[in-house]
Structures are given as C-alpha cells and as structure tokens.
C-alpha cells in the first residue's frame, strides 16, 4: 500500500506492481535472447563480412547483457509477487535490484547505439538476414527504453520529495509546533497547485476566465484535501474497488431489510401513484435526454443519425424561435425536434451557451401533457465537469419556507443562472402568456437532473403546481431540510447501480476508508486480486471469499498496515501507523451530509445474472429511501446505468410491462363475464 520510495523521494507506485509488467518484459527479453542466440549459433564462424568483427562482438555482448536484464527481472518478478498489500516487509529488498536494473540501461543504452551504427553504416556487406536481425534488435532496444522513461514519468509523484522532507525533519528532531505547522502548511500549498496544474492541464483548449481559475483553485483544494490523509497508489484502488465489489455481491445475496424499500410514495396513499409517476417519467424523459442534442441522437442511432438529420440541418428555424448560442448546421435544434416530436412554433427559448456555471437548456409547450416544460442539459463538456466539482457548500435561503438550506455549489450556481434567464429576461411570462392555463414542468438528467431541481426551489413560491422530474440526479445536493422540503413536488428516477446518485463528499469519504480497511485486512498479494478481479468482471462466478473485516487478530499480523499523511503529520512518526482509534479511518466526517431530491424511485434489474449480453431486461421500479443510497456500490454497470439512453430504455420497458399486464387483466375480467 505505501508509495516506493527510490533516490530519496515516494513515488506514486508500490513495490507490489511489478509483477505485470515485470513479467511481460521478462517474456519479451526470454525471446529477444533466444533469438539472438540461435541467430548467433546458425551464423557461428561467417563472420568474415565487412563490419563482421563488430557484429561478433555486439552478439555475444548483447547476449551477456541480455542474461544479466533477464536475471535481474526474474529476481525483480519474485520479490514483487512476495507479501500482501499492507505488509510490504518481504519487499524490502526490491528498490535495490531497481537499483541494479536501472544500471543495466546504461550499457543498453550504448549498446542500442552502437548496434544503430553499425545499421546505417553503408559500407556492410553481411546478409540481409543478418542486417535485418539486427535491426529489429535495434528498433526492440529502443522501444523498451523509450517506454521506460514514460512509465517513470507516470509514476513520478511531483509531492514525492514534500512527503519525505518532512519524514525527515520532523521526528525526533524536536520541532516546535510553529515550524511544524509551518511545514505541513508548506506541503499542502505544494499538493494545491500540483493539483490545480493538472486541471488546468486537462483544461487546456477552453478558454479560461476568473471563474474557471477560481474553480480550479477550489477543486484542487478539494482533491488535495480528499487524498491527503492516505498513501494509496492507484493499483492499490484498483484492488481495493475489486474486493469492494465482490464483497457487495455476497451481501447482495442475503435477504434485504423490510425497510429498504417503501411499495408506495411516502407522501401519497394512492396505490396508481407509482405508475402515474412512471408514466410521466417515461414521457418527460424524452425532454431531458434531447437536451444533449446531435450527440446523444447519433449516439443512439449511428448508422440512420445522420442521415434522418440531413434534411433539418438544411433547413433554418424560423425567427420566432429564440435560439441563444451556436448551433451549426442546426443540428442540435435538428436533433431536439426529433427525439420530443414537437414542431418549431412549440419552442420558446432555446439556450445553447455553455460556459462554467452556465448550461444549456430550452422552454417548450409540451401540448401532450399541457405543460411549459424548462429541460435542462447533463454533462457534456468540460465546463459542465467543472460545475460538477464545484462540490463546496452554500447557503440557500427560501423566503417563508426555510433558512439556511445546505445546497451544492456549482450546481446552485448553474441553476440560479437558469432562474435569472427565465425571469429577468420574461421566458417564463412569454411561455403563460401563449398557454397560461399550462402547468410547469422542469427537468434534467444527470448535472441537469441537479439543477433542475434546485431550479424548481426556487421558481416554487412563484409557480405553486410546479411538478419536477429529475434523472439520475447527483447525490451531494440538498441538506436534509431542503431534501425533505422538495419532496412535495421533485421526483427523482434511479437506475440500478448509478454512481452519480451517489456521489456526495461524506460517501466518497465513506467509499475511501472502505478501500482502506478491506485491503489492510486482504491477506492475498495484490497480483492475485488483479486477476481474480479480471476474471470476475468479465466472466462472472463467485465472489472470492477474501476476508472483508478488520480484527484484533489481523492487526496484530500486519507489520506496516497504513502510511496516512495526515496520522504522520500528527504523530510526527516516520513509522507506519496501525489503524487504531486515532486513525483517519476513525475521524469524524468532514462535510456534511447532503441528500438527493424529492421523493426517490428505484428501477432495478429483475434477477440479471447476465454480464456481456445485450437480450431483453425486465426492470422492476419501487419508491425508496434516501437512506438507500448511502454507500457507492461498485459493478461494470454504475457507469452504464447513469446513461440517458439505458435510463429511458428502462422507464419504457416499465411503461409497456405495465401496459401489457392491464391489457392481459381487462381480457381476464371481460372473459369472466362472458363466462
């Protein structure tokens, strides 16, 4: 689990993740020398070539050279394969044969040289085969050092030298608290702009104003923050979320507590409440998911997409329709008019800008329904990502409703924008005055989900039979006021094992400190986790019965269990602390807890064993708590399920199981009749 430490400095790999790509260069060096000795043994004693002197010798250089690399991997291999995560005592021997197999690329390095001489020298007359061979050891050569040098750029840790300083300087020297605070201030300034160089890195082709750097400064305090009190290297999260999903599919099995799942709407007596809300759902759905434009409608229509757009694209809307922002070709207008099959005079603002804080939406009359339905856009770029991270606290104030509401700052953020542009600039006036006896609908999916339901706080006073409906929504929203608040008129749709719905601070937090526990407990090298993890995810099978519980027994075992920065800073011990009571994994929350919107359905998969198959799935969707969703659940579909497509897939399958089954009951009863 703790980070290498070579040339005086952590890096951001362990000692345990050696063992693959140790083992593929050791295959390749195995055939590389082969070769190179059956080449040498067929041309023994023909060596009589113009350059063949050369040649000799760089062979039987090369095979010695290639012996000593094949020695030092073997050994590397080994060593890397002992011990477990949390115990990494039987490696502590590895950083000095890194030693050595670093050494052993110098002379590879001269030796890659001579043999590209020895190529392009025109004078050479040996065979071709001979020339050829010795070529691809050359262009080999190459390649593996090159490759070197971008894995050692990948691994290097710019914080690496920070870390150690202070391991250095803090204990048993007796600092005085000032010049420890001093240091420890210094190390996290550091670890702030590491992180903010990286998002703006990531960030490069947007153009980027006070917001973005002021965005950038707050999310990068926010990752520093997240992952300084743990020294994880990301194979260590890699096996942590494996183990992690195994252990929630053996829980999975066990038989669920009564109060997981509610049958009905807390807030409503009536038995149809789920179908009618389903019912809506399903149609408003539509709205949110063509809010994504051109992307989402060739994404889910690749070989006919473009082609059924081709007309539109052609065509301008016509000038009544308030268009902001570029939409080139009119595909994304194109798009919208396909997937809610409304016509041109049905819209009345369209919003294409995007900026940080600012997403698109549009304002239609939905004559269906008699709605005026305000769709806000998901993630789509990475301005919307941006928002997404903006995941600090504020306050939201409701007059005559609440005070000092906890909400998401970003998305609040985004979503008061949205307010300003439908009252201030009189959408919303515009819309009743052409449908004023039209109710008001707002939706979204995803980041869109968020802001349209604190969208839909803040138009309520003004608009009391406001209805909201939002699609996989982020989890980290309102406080537990506002979310009980919501509740009279905000519908949230979740799907199966969705991530987002999850994602809040306190869960992340939650979701760390479980990684933390289940592979310091893990008793099994990290390679054989990897693996069995692979084959698990791909194949299926049963879960491997890793223990998943720390105990007396296990923490007694483990020689170096944790090397959390924030334990080490406070117990200025360069020693691996165990996880006692004064571990972070023990330290109360440091955000607040922050809850989803409104009333909660939860469409689920009905009994799918299934992995990599695309047949027809039947959902089952009941009413369910926001409790429910306290914990990230790790599976190959909480990407998956979070997709607006998959989402909409499974609101019709419902919808049409629904109707099938009143169709097959109203035959049942009319056959009794006859009878």
Not at 133 to 140: D, E, M, P, S
Not at 281 to 304: C, L, R, S
Request: net charge negative; with cysteine; glycine share 6%.
């Amino acid at each position: 689990m703790p980070g290498m430490v070579m040339f005086g400095r952590r890096w951001a790999i362990g000692s345990d993740d050696f063992v693959f790509p140790g083992a593929f260069e050791l295959f390749i060096r195995l055939i590389w020398w082969i070769g190179i000795l059956v080449l040498y043994s067929i041309h023994k004693g023909q060596f009589n070539c113009d350059g063949g002197g050369l040649l000799h010798s760089y062979l039987l250089v090369l095979l010695i050279l290639l012996a000593a690399v094949i020695c030092a991997l073997s050994s590397i291999l080994y060593i890397s394969m002992q011990g477990t995560i949390s115990n990494p005592g039987p490696r502590k021997t590895l950083p000095k044969l890194l030693y050595l197999r670093l050494g052993l690329f110098l002379p590879e390095l001269v030796w890659a040289v001579v043999g590209a001489v020895w190529v392009s020298d025109g004078r050479i007359n040996c065979e071709k085969t001979m020339i050829s061979a010795i070529f691809g050891t050359v262009i080999a050569s190459w390649v593996i050092i090159v490759f070197t040098v971008v894995a050692i750029v990948v691994v290097f840790d710019p914080l690496g030298g920070k870390k150690m300083l202070y391991v250095a300087h803090c204990p048993n020297r007796n600092l005085e608290s000032s010049q420890s605070d001093q240091l420890f201030y210094n190390v996290k300034k550091t670890a702030t702009r590491v992180w903010e160089k990286r998002i703006r890195l990531l960030c490069c082709c947007i153009v980027q104003d006070d917001d973005h750097r002021v965005a950038f400064t707050s999310i990068a305090e926010l990752f520093r923050s997240y992952f300084a009190d743990t020294d994880l290297v990301p194979s260590d999260v890699a096996a942590g979320l494996t183990l992690l999903h195994q252990e929630q599919d053996k829980v999975e099995n066990c038989p669920k507590e009564p109060d997981d799942v509610l049958t009905q709407s807390p807030l409503s007596p009536v038995a149809n409440d789920l179908d009618e809300e389903l019912e809506n759902a399903a149609h408003y759905m539509k709205f949110a998911a063509a809010t994504y434009g051109w992307p989402y409608y060739i994404m889910t229509n690749p070989f006919t997409g473009l082609c059924k757009l081709k007309g539109d694209c052609c065509r301008r809307s016509p000038v009544e329709t308030d268009i902001i922002g570029d939409d080139r070709f009119n595909m994304h207008f194109g798009s919208i008019l396909k997937m809610t099959g409304l016509q041109y005079r049905d819209f009345i603002h369209i919003s294409f800008h995007n900026k940080i804080y600012e997403i698109p939406f549009f304002v239609a009359l939905d004559h269906k329904k008699e709605a005026i339905v305000v769709a806000v856009r998901g993630t789509l770029s990475f301005e919307d990502v941006l928002t997404d991270l903006s995941a600090d606290c504020e306050n939201l104030t409701l007059e005559d409703v609440l005070e000092n509401g906890l909400v998401h700052k970003g998305i609040t953020q985004a979503a008061n924008y949205i307010y300003q542009r439908l009252i201030n600039d009189g959408i919303l006036n515009q819309a009743f005055t052409i449908a004023p006896e039209y109710k008001l609908v707002v939706v979204g999916h995803s980041l869109g989900g968020g802001t349209a339901s604190i969208l839909a706080i803040m138009l309520k006073n003004a608009f009391p039979n406001l209805k909201c409906y939002a699609f996989s929504p982020p989890g980290g929203l309102l406080s537990k006021s506002l979310a009980d608040y919501s509740k009279q008129f905000i519908v949230s749709i979740i799907l199966g094992k969705d991530v987002v719905p999850r994602l809040s601070m306190p869960n992340m937090e939650d979701l760390k400190r479980r990684i933390i526990r289940i592979v310091a407990n893990c008793n099994r090298p990290k390679y054989q986790i990897l693996l069995h993890g692979c084959w698990y995810e791909v194949f299926g099978g049963e879960p491997d019965n890793f223990p998943t519980e720390l105990d007396g027994r296990n923490e007694v075992a483990l020689a170096q269990p944790l090397l959390a920065e924030e334990s080490l800073m406070v117990h200025r011990s360069p020693s691996y602390n165990s996880l006692d009571d004064d571990s972070p994994l023990n330290s109360p929350p440091q955000y607040p807890h922050l809850f989803l919107p409104g009333r909660i359905i939860h469409i689920v998969e009905e009994n799918s064993t299934r992995r990599w198959c695309t047949s027809d799935v039947r959902y089952t969707a009941n009413w369910s708590k926001e409790t429910a969703f306290g914990n990230i659940l790790i599976s190959p579909k909480m990407l998956t399920d979070h997709m607006p497509d998959v989402v909409l897939k499974a609101l019709n399958s419902l919808i049409e199981a629904n109707t099938s089954f009143l169709s097959c009951q109203a035959q049942g009863d009319s056959s009794v009749n006859i009878v």
